[in-house]
């Protein structure tokens, strides 16, 4: 059983950072992949950023590549999403996840969510 504890949203202007953490538990967690998801209003839950089980592979979503950033730390059971210039259209709350084994990142195949952290960027 894994569980997942986001933290660091909240309100940011148009322009500005903010970094998002997940502390992750359970005995598997350092052997698979993270990454984070992020549903806004009335839109369906897509994909975000991920990594690999020891955080020599990294994807992003385009709308976000070169952006938002993600590492981990295996020792700390954490990976961060490291959020810059952030526009009004990031405005949506994220979800720290771990992907079914391989899947992929597709929200559809998601083993573990955590509660989500909302963040709202003001124009």
């Known amino acids: 059983q894994v569980q997942l504890v986001e933290s660091g949203g909240g309100l940011v202007q148009a322009g500005g950072s903010l970094t998002l953490s997940c502390q992750a538990s359970?005995?598997?967690?350092?052997?698979?992949?993270l990454g984070w998801f992020r549903q806004a209003p009335g839109k369906e839950r897509e994909f975000v950023a991920g990594?690999?089980?020891?955080?020599?592979?990294?994807q992003y979503a385009d709308s976000v590549k070169d952006r938002f950033f993600i590492s981990r730390n295996n020792a700390k059971h954490t990976v961060v999403l490291q959020m810059n210039s952030l526009k009004s259209d990031d405005t949506a709350v994220y979800y720290c996840?771990?992907?079914?084994?391989?899947?992929?990142?597709?929200?559809?195949?998601?083993?573990?969510w955590g509660q989500g952290t909302r963040v709202t960027v003001s124009s």
């Open positions: 996840a771990v992907p079914s084994l391989g899947s992929g990142w597709v929200a559809g195949s998601v083993d573990y």
């Open positions: 359970g005995r598997t967690v350092s052997s698979r992949a």
């Open positions: 990594t690999s089980w020891n955080g020599g592979y990294s």
